[in-house]
């Protein structure tokens, strides 16, 4: 890795861009300059609040906790704690050159400007609308993913709190799930309407939140339950019993590994708020690779924690316990009954996670708004001049109330059908990471020799680490297609291949039917 003084042009500018570069002390900002952009939004976040973003919507408390069931069914322990290292390390390369590309191009637009800018002009347009397009569904499927089981844990702390499935407790339906998550939502369009700076102070209070969270019940369960796990069994024990119909152990390990990719996501958004960070060049890439490297260790921490008070996996699993088969939940909830006689305190413990899940919606509302703010920019989104919008404190409101509405949208189909609503889910993950790996394979093919990197990058080690980020993709990309459970039937057939083919057709149909006429990548805005 390597840190360069300064960045190069990569073509000549006019006099004035050339000047306001040379005096401006924030070097993203003359970048942002150099690429042609003015400045629109209020550069006011530090590399502090850029790495909060990110590690906030990666929130280990939120991805952890939400696919425990997951980890637990296929694989168990050994699934966790090797699955997460072995997920964290690739998920770093991806990362890493994500990183070395962002300090390049400091913009809201992130992939698919990257796209556009390393495919070269004759790929460029249709690069650029199909990153983006995979980045902004991705984004608002991660935000309704978020939110959503925000929604599901606020019934299952309700659950607890009046007597448990076993004795009596409220469950609430799924009409009133999907009213507690559009709830959620109007809180974080409110708290998103704010000016950047009490969002850098949320976001900030959010990182704070989800590292003191899992420090404190990654040590307070294990050591509050009576009965707890052997060392042999965290580290060793390999649940096979998955009730799927799946032998195979690798098979069974691989899908483990969904629940801590699945954590894994949303750091992209220390690149969409680059033109809202001083030192964009820089500070943008660092908050990237503190987000990653930081949530691995703080997420193996609370994975041990958790999975030493794990005694029976079966009784966790069970959907006739108290907490009706949620995992962790369960966990809690046993660990300080069984000592004090009422779950009182793992109901509390809950309540920590819950405000986690909260702090990384509202994240991610703000990644998704300052995505499709800059989507829309380059006219890429229908009614482009209306999200493109700032209000006198520079926030793009339209874009943030439209990230909340289409997340919400996506929700409804958990109404109708919860495979289909997993379908629309299964974008967070694949879909997300689809538009990761698109402009790093523009740069290790395309841009190969033409890329100038920025202060950050990787020197000689660049293609490198691009190739395996790229191929670490495609591998997922086809393990989290494969089936989960057999035979396949209509309610087991995972539909994520379906979810994802369906939005790589209706973006291609869209780019020959109409774009490809009008789009044509980036615009910039310099002398408008």
């Known amino acids: 890795m390597v840190w360069d003084r300064g960045t190069k042009n990569q073509s000549p500018l006019p006099t004035h861009v050339q000047d306001g570069a040379r005096e401006s002390a924030d070097t993203g900002h003359a970048r942002l300059n150099e690429l042609g952009y003015k400045q629109e939004l209020k550069r006011d976040l530090s590399v502090l609040s850029n790495f909060a973003f990110s590690f906030s919507i990666i929130s280990v408390l939120t991805g952890v906790t939400t696919l425990y069931n997951t980890g637990l069914t296929y694989g168990g322990p050994v699934s966790f704690v090797y699955g997460w290292l072995i997920a964290g390390f690739f998920t770093l390369v991806v990362g890493y050159s994500m990183a070395e590309i962002c ?8 992939l698919y400007y990257w796209s556009a800018k390393l495919a070269g002009p004759r790929w460029a347009p249709f690069a650029s609308w199909i990153t983006g397009w995979f980045n902004i ?14 929604a599901q844990l606020i019934q299952v702390i309700i659950l607890l709190a009046t007597g448990g499935k076993n004795g009596g407790g409220y469950e609430a339906s799924k009409y009133v799930i999907i009213a507690f998550h559009g709830g959620i939502l109007l809180l974080h369009a409110i708290l998103n309407s704010l000016p950047i700076s009490w969002l850098s102070f949320f976001g900030q209070l959010a990182a704070a939140w989800n590292v003191l969270g899992v420090f404190v019940l990654m040590i307070l369960i294990p050591l509050v339950a009576t009965e707890r796990a052997s060392a042999k069994f965290v580290f060793t024990h390999f649940n096979t019993d998955n009730g799927e119909g799946i032998n195979s152990r690798l098979y069974i390990f691989v899908l483990g590994l969904l629940m801590s990719q699945y954590t894994l996501t949303g750091y992209d958004a220390s690149a969409h708020m680059t033109e809202e960070t001083k030192n964009a060049d820089k500070n ?7 987000a990653i490297g930081i949530s691995i260790i703080v997420g193996w921490g609370y994975i041990l924690g958790i999975t030493f008070a794990v005694t029976n996996i079966p009784n966790l699993l069970n959907p006739d316990n108290d907490a009706g088969g949620y995992a962790i ?3 809690f909830y046993q660990a300080f009954k069984s000592r004090y006689g009422n779950g009182a305190g793992g109901i509390i413990c809950l309540g920590i996670v819950a405000v986690a899940i909260f702090f990384c919606g509202m994240s991610s509302i703000t990644s998704n708004s300052r995505m499709a703010y800059a989507f829309s920019r380059d006219g890429a989104m229908p009614f482009s001049a209306y999200w493109h919008k700032v209000n006198k404190q520079e926030v793009p409101l339209n874009a943030v109330w439209l990230s909340a509405l289409v997340a919400f949208c996506m929700a409804l189909t958990s109404l109708g059908s919860i495979v289909a609503f997993q ?20 740069r290790v093919t395309l841009a190969r020799k033409s890329f100038t990197p920025g202060p950050f990058n990787l020197g000689r080690y660049g293609v490198l680490v691009g190739w395996i980020a790229v191929l670490w993709v495609a591998t997922i990309s086809v393990l989290f ?48």
Request: a neutral charge; proline letters at 7%.
């Open 103 to 110: 300090s390049s191009y400091p913009t809201s637009g992130g």
């Open 137 to 150: 569904v991705g984004q608002w499927a991660v935000t309704t993913s978020i939110d959503y089981s925000l």
């Open 284 to 290: 943008g890439p660092k908050g990237i690779i503190s």
């Open 329 to 331: 939940a369960e966990i």
């Open 423 to 442: 379908a629309m889910v299964s974008i967070a993950t694949i879909g997300l990471y689809i538009a990761y790996a698109l402009p790093i394979f523009f």
């Open 481 to 528: 297609s494969l089936p989960v459970a057999y035979p396949i039937t209509q309610e087991t057939l995972n539909y994520t291949p379906v979810a994802v083919g369906g939005l790589l057709i209706l973006t291609v149909l869209s780019w020959i039917v109409s774009a490809r006429h009008w789009f044509k990548g980036p615009i910039t805005n310099i002398n408008s």
